[in-house]
């Protein structure tokens, strides 16, 4: 048991009466807070250097910090001190919107699981633009995710993207365009072939741009999407985001089985593995895979790895079990290819 499990978590835990939002913000400010003296010493505790390049990018190591936990970039210092070897901030939108109403974020406890409509809550792309200008280059690479605003109509999404592209893209080692939160009414619907094709037409070309799925999509529909991406120069596939699927969770948690929004945690464990195994099979190996989904323990991340992944980010894993879990995923990388070195 970690010091985070035994002693910091508990006390996140019954902040608020037990409000996780309530908690994901205190964390948030007591991370902005951290003087460099703080960090550098989380950093010489946590730091792994277990290199790898994906889609043309240089990474420390190769887990990373999934997009929901910092969407508007407030800890961005912080990330990297903690063992993370690359940042995805967002998703962010080309307005400002406060999301869905509150309560929106779940725990389920026995199912180390989360439920979460947020609704992309945030400051607007032009904000974290002027926070990214000012913090300057960060110490590990930096996804930026974006989405369509709430009040954007569907038929003007690539305008609403393009515009959160233009104004971010200076700042991003690579853009994820997430087509596949359950939270945004219709947004769904952009992973279509037609709608993917007219977005990845707008947006490729000055950055990586990598497409978000969902776990919920069929694999002929998958099968569909990925061809979309290489017609159209994606760089990569994050595969996946949270599910609308209720499957595989604890007695304990079925009461909360009723609360809308998207699923993470260990219920989508196998599911985002087997998702990330068949885009690689499908496609050869020729779009590089950030696996996300269900990486709780070490060994999931190691099974993201052996079905392709090159890389994995952590979010609900990392509520649950701390920035130990960073460090021992990027361990196991790399005692994996020591092993794999001849």
């Known amino acids: 048991m970690s010091a985070f499990t035994s002693a910091v978590r508990p006390v996140l835990f019954r902040l608020g009466g037990g409000d996780a939002e309530r908690a994901h913000e ?29 889609f043309g990018v240089r990474f420390g190591n190769p887990v990373g910090l999934a997009a929901g936990m910092d969407k508007n970039g407030v800890a961005l210092p912080a990330w990297p001190a903690l063992g993370f070897g690359f940042v995805e901030v967002g998703t962010v939108t080309a307005k400002p919107q406060p999301g869905n109403d509150k309560p929106r974020l779940f725990r389920l406890r026995d199912s180390e699981a989360v439920i979460n409509r947020m609704g992309f809550n945030n400051a ?26 709430k009040v954007t109509p569907l038929e003007e999404a690539v305008e609403d993207y393009l515009t959160s592209y233009n104004l971010l893209h200076p700042y991003a080692d690579y853009i994820a365009v997430n087509v596949s939160s359950p939270n945004t009414p219709g947004l769904r619907t952009l992973q279509d072939k037609s709608a993917l094709a007219a977005l990845l037409g707008a947006l490729v070309g000055k950055k990586p741009v990598l497409v978000k799925i969902a776990p919920d999509l069929t694999e002929p529909a998958i099968a569909e999407l990925l061809e979309v991406c290489l017609a ?111």
């Not at 032009?126 to 590990?140: I, K, S």
């Open 26 to 54: 205190f964390t948030l400010q007591r991370l902005a807070g951290l003087g460099a003296g703080p960090r550098a010493l989380l950093h010489r505790r946590y730091a792994v250097e277990a290199p790898v390049e994906a």
């Open 124 to 149: 607007g792309a032009a904000a974290l633009a002027t926070r990214l200008a000012e913090l300057g280059p960060l110490a590990v690479p930096l996804g930026i995710s974006l989405g369509k605003s």
């Open 232 to 342: 159209y120069g994606a760089a990569g596939v994050i595969a996946t985001n949270t599910t609308l699927s209720r499957d595989g969770l604890a007695a304990a948690d079925q009461p909360r089985a009723g609360e809308t929004g998207g699923l993470s945690g260990r219920p989508l464990t196998e599911r985002a593995r087997k998702i990330v195994h068949f885009v690689h099979e499908e496609t050869g190996g020729r779009l590089p895979i950030i696996g996300v989904g269900g990486i709780v323990e070490p060994d999931d991340a190691t099974r993201m790895f052996d079905a392709g992944a090159a890389l994995v980010q952590l979010y609900t894993g990392f509520i649950y079990r701390g920035p130990a879990l960073v460090r021992a995923a990027a361990r196991a990388y790399a005692t994996a290819g020591e092993k794999a070195t001849p």
